[in-house]
């Protein structure tokens, strides 16, 4: 199976950085995307920054500028760079991969446990 967990979580001041890790173990064969999505109390789970099977970033107009998604291929490591921080940004934020693992008939979604961003102002 897969597991993706992550860290990096914590409070920062506004105008801070924080940078988040999303470690993936277990097998893989082909993975389709893999990203960022944020949930805030009361409002919708909602995409931060994604990466498609053609490595195109993608980012919510939110975080354009300030956000930066990235991975490292060797170690099976996502990253979040999230500078300028806002109060607005405050969340948990979880990681995914969508992906087929080895003896799998179809891909599926696997997500992190979240980590918690508070952005003091």
């Known amino acids: 199976q897969v597991q993706l967990v992550e860290s990096g979580g914590g409070l920062v001041r506004a105008g801070g950085s924080l940078s988040l890790s999303c470690a993936a173990s277990?097998?893989?064969?082909?993975?389709?995307?893999m990203g960022w999505y944020r949930q805030a109390p009361g409002n919708q789970r909602e995409l931060v920054a994604g990466?498609?099977?053609?490595?195109?970033?993608t980012y919510a107009d939110s975080v354009k500028g300030r956000f930066t998604i990235s991975r490292n291929i060797v170690n099976n490591t996502m990253y979040l760079q999230m500078n300028s921080l806002k109060p607005e940004d405050t969340a948990v934020y979880y990681c995914?991969?969508?992906?087929?693992?080895?003896?799998?008939?179809?891909?599926?979604?696997?997500w992190g446990q979240g980590t918690q961003v508070t952005v003091s102002s």
């Open positions: 995914y991969v969508d992906g087929l693992v080895r003896g799998g008939r179809y891909p599926l979604r696997y």
């Open positions: 277990g097998s893989i064969v082909s993975i389709n995307a």
């Open positions: 990466i498609g099977s053609g490595g195109t970033t």
